[in-house]
T-cell receptor, first 110, second 115 residues
Framework: GIQVEQSPPDLILQEGANSTLRCNFSDSVNNLQWFHQNPWGQLINLFYIPSGTKQNGRLSATTVATERYSLLYISSSQTTDSGVYFCAVNGGEYGNKLVFGAGTILRVKS | DAGVIQSPRHEVTEMGQEVTLRCKPISGHNSLFWYRQTMMRGLELLIYFNNNVPIDDSGMPEDRFSAKMPNASFSTLKIQPSEPRDSAVYFC?????????????FGPGTRLTVL
């Protein structure tokens, strides 16, 4: 099946710093989503981005489908950004299910 | 708009007991998914439905697990009998299956502990 690799596995930032999280996937995809799992366990949708670039406040994402990777940018990080960031994909061959990466654990220190 | 609703939020039970988890998808969504999150295996799909019909149940770990979707606004995931290794967070998600727009939205999850 399709493989999803995220890097780095964990990251510690000082408040105000910027960061880039990466997601590599092994096959073409119809859907790619970024999620933030907060310390209470909720999965929050950040971006639905099978291709192109999107921005939402301090967060932006870019997916280069032809090269099979996606990047999530966090600028001016805040302590509330702490948690786990997941990339998840699905490809037509694999039906409608999302395959998740292992996540990047982010801790923002004040 | 209400998001995906799951109940209960927490469940503690003893080994051998039956457990039923419930999910109400977002109104108008026609695809529903059950995922499980564990430390060892991360987030993985158990089963999903399109228009109330199970499409892919290859992720259901064994016969002790069953899922139903009797109508467009309700689904259950049942474990009978439960075992300690079933302890996990179970998420329900829904989406509107169309040509391009199939972003999935997740409920708050049910944290299951089997003693």
């Amino acid at each position: 099946g399709i493989q999803v690799e995220q890097s780095p596995p964990d990251l510690i930032l000082q408040e105000g710093a910027n960061s880039t999280l990466r997601c590599n996937f092994s096959d073409s995809v119809n859907n790619l989503q970024w999620f933030h799992q907060n310390p209470w366990g909720q999965l929050i949708n950040l971006f639905y981005i099978p291709s192109g670039t999107k921005q939402n406040g301090r967060l932006s994402a870019t997916t280069v489908a032809t090269e099979r990777y996606s990047l999530l940018y966090i600028s001016s990080s805040q302590t509330t950004d702490s948690g786990v960031y997941f990339c998840a994909v699905n490809g037509g061959e694999y039906g409608n299910k999302l395959v998740f990466g292992a996540g990047t654990i982010l801790r923002v220190k004040s | 708009d209400a998001g995906v609703i799951q109940s209960p939020r927490h469940e503690v039970t003893e080994m051998g007991q039956e457990v039923t988890l419930r999910c109400k998808p977002i109104s108008g969504h026609n695809s529903l998914f059950w995922y499980r999150q564990t430390m060892m295996r991360g987030l993985e799909l158990l089963i999903y439905f399109n228009n109330n019909v199970p499409i892919d149940d290859s992720g259901m770990p064994e016969d002790r697990f069953s899922a139903k979707m009797p109508n467009a606004s309700f689904s259950t995931l049942k474990i009978q009998p439960s075992e300690p290794r079933d302890s996990a967070v179970y998420f329900c998600a829904s989406s509107h299956k169309g040509l391009a727009y199939n972003e999935q939205f997740f409920g708050p999850g049910t944290r299951l502990t089997v003693l």
